[in-house]
C-alpha cells in the first residue's frame, strides 16, 4: 500500500520544482492552493497532482488524497488494487476518464519484527529523483463551498524485489516515457502498463 509519501521542491529537485512553479502560476489565488503541502504527506493532505489538459500538454492542479467514504465516519479511501480498479463500482469510471499522476520523490513504509516493533524506512527510486505515481482522481460538489472538490487515490500492486521484505503492497510507478500513455491511453493500454515487467529500482534507508 501506500500510506505516506515524501514531497521535495528544493533547486537540485528540478522537475518537481517546475511542477510548484507551474501550479502557482495557475492557483496561488485559491484556497486549495493555500492547503498545498511538502514534506511528509499524510491522507487528506492537499498536493500537486498532474492530469491531462488537452493533446500531450499538461495542468497540475491542488488535489485531496482521498476518496471521501461512502458512510459518514467512515475512512477515505487512499489507495485502489490497480489488478481490480476497473471492476470496481468506486474506480470503475475514474479509471476510464480520469486517471492522473502523482509526483514523489519517495515513499514510506513499516517494517514490522518477530517481536512486533515497527522500523519506518523511506523508499526513493535508485536512478531518478522524482517517482511518477499512478493515480485516479474524481471530483464531487462540496455544497457549503458551492464549488466542486477534487480528491485522488494511489493505485498499488504487489511488491517486488526487496520491498517484498518490507510490505506485500506498494505505488504503482509509471515511467516518464509513459506518462502520457497513462493519462490518455485507451483501457488495454493502462492494462499493458500494469503487466510491464520493466521495474524501477529503489534504495532503502532507515527514517524516524
Known amino acids: 500500500m501506500c500510506g505516506r509519501y515524501l514531497i521535495e521542491d528544493g533547486e537540485e529537485v528540478v522537475d518537481m520544482r517546475k511542477i510548484f512553479d507551474k501550479l502557482e502560476l495557475y492557483y496561488s489565488n485559491t484556497e486549495e492552493y493555500i492547503k498545498v503541502k511538502k514534506g511528509e504527506i499524510f491522507p487528506t493532505d492537499t498536493v500537486p497532482v498532474i492530469i491531462p489538459e488537452h493533446d500531450t500538454k499538461l495542468d497540475v492542479l491542488p488535489m485531496q ?6 458512510k459518514h465516519g467512515g475512512r477515505a479511501l487512499i489507495n485502489a488494487r490497480s489488478e481490480t480498479a476497473f471492476e470496481k463500482p468506486t474506480f470503475r469510471e475514474p479509471m476510464i ?7 514523489a520523490n519517495g515513499f514510506f513504509e513499516w517494517q514490522t519484527d518477530p517481536s512486533g516493533k515497527k522500523q519506518k524506512y523511506l523508499i526513493k527510486p535508485a536512478a ?5 505515481f499512478a493515480g485516479i482522481y474524481d471530483r464531487k460538489p462540496d455544497l457549503s463551498a458551492k464549488k466542486d472538490l477534487v ?3 494511489i493505485l498499488t500492486q504487489d511488491s517486488y524485489g ?25 483501457e488495454n493500454d493502462v492494462r499493458e502498463l500494469f503487466a510491464a515487467s520493466s521495474f524501477t529500482e529503489y534504495k532503502f534507508s532507515q527514517a524516524f
Open 162 to 186: 526487496p520491498i517484498r521484505s518490507i510490505h506485500h503492497r506498494m505505488p504503482v510507478a509509471i515511467a516518464k516515457r509513459d506518462v502520457l500513455k497513462w493519462l490518455n491511453g485507451r
Open 97 to 103: 476518464n480520469k486517471r492522473c499522476i502523482i509526483p
Open 65 to 70: 488524497w482521498g476518496f471521501r467514504p461512502v
Open 151 to 153: 480528491h485522488f487515490v
Open 128 to 132: 531518478s529523483p522524482l517517482l511518477y
